[in-house]
């Protein structure tokens, strides 16, 4: 099985927590909130484990609440390669209104990072891969970041000879899919950026999908379609990937998860359909759960049974 490195620059401890009622100007009870390390990469090392796969967690930290995430990732027993920084780790919101079941989500923008900063985390993302790894770069960026890091990152992975899966968004997204990357994985408004058009229909996925390949070095693109699944194009591979119908209890780590269930499929080998698939029961998996939880391997293994078999290709 190939290495798996995940790299988070912008990781985050997720605070969550329930209130009676949410009203303004009111002095709000809230419940013991519960505290997780976040941020896209860390979500991927921890489904990994979940599926019973190794990754080594790369991110930047600094502050007390960088050690506090140190800490919460020690408790899952997942090989860490902290970068540190002088700013602190952002902590996000999660407040849930238990008389209507509805969720309230606050995202802060994470520290400011130096040059030093950022190209420590890219000297030493060199020094610990090998041709082969597969690197999960996943997540937004942290201010004072170059846009175009994502595609540092992926000329650095070239150069070792490893293979990227790249999950970001905005122009970070735009700037890393003009690098070499193996997989990318935008959703259907991203594309339609990536194209320079305002939108995409579901008639046109296909003409755009492969004109985007052609244009671009990259091997494998994933069109993420919520609910609906997600499309796999590659140059010999035009696939519609459907989800299964599920009572969702939340979307927090969906896609995470269904990231962490394609590089653990190409990990094993599977074939880029299987990889596809595999990733959607994740994906769907993760909805299954309540709050910030992300997929179980035993909801993963019902639904990649169910998507094998409603398949078509």
């Known amino acids: 099985m190939k290495r798996i490195i995940t790299l988070t620059v912008n990781p985050a401890i ?7 009622s949410i ?4 002095k709000l009870r809230c419940t013991a909130p519960v505290y997780e390390a976040g941020g896209g990469g860390i979500n991927v090392s921890k489904v990994l484990k979940e599926l019973g796969s190794s ?6 930290a600094g502050g007390p609440t960088g050690i506090h995430l140190k800490e919460l990732i020690d408790s899952t027993a997942i090989a860490q390669h902290i970068i540190p920084i002088k700013g602190w780790v952002r902590e996000n919101l999660a407040v849930t209104d238990t008389s209507n079941n509805q969720q309230y989500r606050f995202g802060m923008p994470g520290p400011s990072i130096t040059e030093n900063e950022w190209k420590n985390t890219l000297r ?11 690197v999960v770069a996943s997540g937004s960026l942290c201010p004072g970041m170059p846009i175009d890091f994502y595609a540092k990152v992926a000329h650095v992975v070239a150069k070792k000879k490893g293979k990227l899966i790249l999950d970001t968004s905005g122009e970070a997204l735009i700037e890393g899919a003009k690098a070499k990357v193996y997989l990318l994985k935008p959703n259907l408004n991203e594309l ?8 995409i229909t579901y008639l046109e996925l296909e ?5 985007f390949l052609k244009n671009n070095s990259c091997e494998i693109l994933i069109v993420s379609l919520g609910a609906q699944g997600a499309l796999l194009v590659t140059k010999d591979i035009f696939a519609k990937i459907p989800a299964p119908v599920v009572h969702q209890k939340s979307t927090i780590g969906a896609g995470d998860s269904m990231v962490a269930g394609m590089v653990f499929g190409l990990s094993q080998e599977k074939s880029f359909t299987e990889m596809a698939q595999f ?10 759960t309540e709050g910030t939880q992300l997929c179980k391997k035993k909801d993963v293994d019902k639904l990649y049974k169910w998507i094998l078999s409603n398949t078509l290709t």
């Open 55 to 60: 990754s080594l967690c790369m991110y930047m």
């Open 192 to 199: 339609a950026t990536l194209c320079n058009v305002t939108s």
């Open 279 to 288: 990733g959607i029961a994740c994906g769907t998996a993760a909805t299954m």
């Open 124 to 134: 030493d993302l060199e020094s610990e891969l090998s041709a082969g790894d597969f």
């Open 14 to 20: 997720d605070k969550s927590t329930t209130v009676a």
């Open 207 to 211: 003409t755009y999908a492969k004109e």
């Open 23 to 26: 009203k303004p100007h009111s």
